[in-house]
């Protein structure tokens, strides 16, 4: 789920399901869903068993990138493997038509990551906030702008797409596949389930009362969040209405209660459509292994 540095041609970024419903441009998850088409309906779904203090999770990216469904697509550091792949295999292209000096990006975004950048991720959503550092910090203006990097123009530029679409079809992406569908499609239908679900419903509401005593009343951690970003940049009432919802987040466990109502929904959902999922990662670790040979065959070229 992760994803390289973004750049400005539309060519140059691969579109791969990275940890949970692909993104994660920047672990973009929404806790809406990500797609509208739902699969299946709820009769099924049985209220899953939870701990009696369920522990949240160290980061909201965390508790994104561990979530079942998770486990369907690719990781972080296969992510940086098909990058590498697609830049290796665009170079030899390009040299091959005589623009010797092209070797690509150099530097894919790199797999670790210190707490604190998990935490900046994505701290606030409808789990509430995780991560005083960053509450106090920057609020919820946590998003980060992708390095923007000079591309090919011109006949450079066309050349260069040329080579993306030769290098695409040597490992092309599972996107847009039934499986990646389906896979999108239980995310949203998790996420709509927990928010509707009792317990969670029950740790909103302790959030809510809390945040009214601090001072920010407020009944939704999401709408809340949203509710300042259409500011600029932070202001000294979002930094206090941040601080707020994460200790309101602890006293509540909201967190807790969320992602482990979450992780029992998802798990009754893979149960329900193995056949599929199971297909779709092997469709993916078949991808995955076919870069590794591409990479490999490029390094010794």
């Not at 000096?101 to 906030?129: F, H, L, M, V």
């Not at 959030?207 to 259409?230: I, N, V």
């Not at 209660?257 to 469709?283: C, M, P």
Request: aromatic share 6%; charged share 25%.
């Amino acid at each position: 789920m992760a994803s390289a540095p973004a750049a400005p041609i539309t060519k140059r970024t691969r579109p791969v399901m990275g940890m949970t419903c692909a993104v994660v441009a920047a672990v973009g998850l929404l806790t809406t869903g990500c797609s509208a088409e739902l699969t299946g309906g709820d009769t099924d779904m049985a209220l899953p068993d939870i701990a009696a203090e369920p522990a949240a999770p160290v980061t909201g990216y965390d508790g994104l990138t561990g979530l079942p469904l998770s486990a369907y697509g690719t990781s972080q550091q296969e992510d940086i493997l098909l990058f590498r792949t697609n830049e290796a295999l665009v170079a030899r292209c390009m040299n091959s038509l005589g623009y010797k000096n092209y070797s690509g990006r150099k530097k894919a975004q790199d797999d670790t990551k210190t707490k604190a950048e998990r935490e900046a991720i994505r701290p606030a959503d409808a789990w509430g906030y995780i991560g005083a550092g960053t509450a106090k910090r920057l609020g919820f203006h946590v998003a980060i702008t992708p390095p923007v990097s000079k591309g090919p123009k011109g006949r450079e530029l066309k050349d260069y797409n040329v080579c993306w679409d030769k290098a695409d079809k040597q490992v092309p992406s599972p996107t847009g596949g039934k499986g990646w569908k389906l896979t999108q499609d239980l995310f949203g239908r998790s996420f709509q389930k927990a928010a509707s679900d009792s317990r969670v419903v029950a740790a909103r509401k302790s959030w809510s009362s809390c945040m009214g005593e601090a001072g920010h009343p407020a009944d939704d951690p999401q709408k809340l969040s949203e509710g300042f970003m259409s500011a600029k940049k932070t202001t000294p009432k979002e930094i206090a209405a941040a601080t707020a919802d994460e200790k309101c987040t602890r006293s509540s466990n909201l967190a807790g209660v969320y992602f482990a109502v979450l992780t029992g929904y998802q798990k009754q959902l893979i149960s329900a459509n193995t056949e599929v999922l199971t297909g779709y990662k092997k469709q993916v670790q078949e991808q995955v292994d076919r870069a590794e040979q591409l990479l490999a065959a490029s390094d010794t070229a």
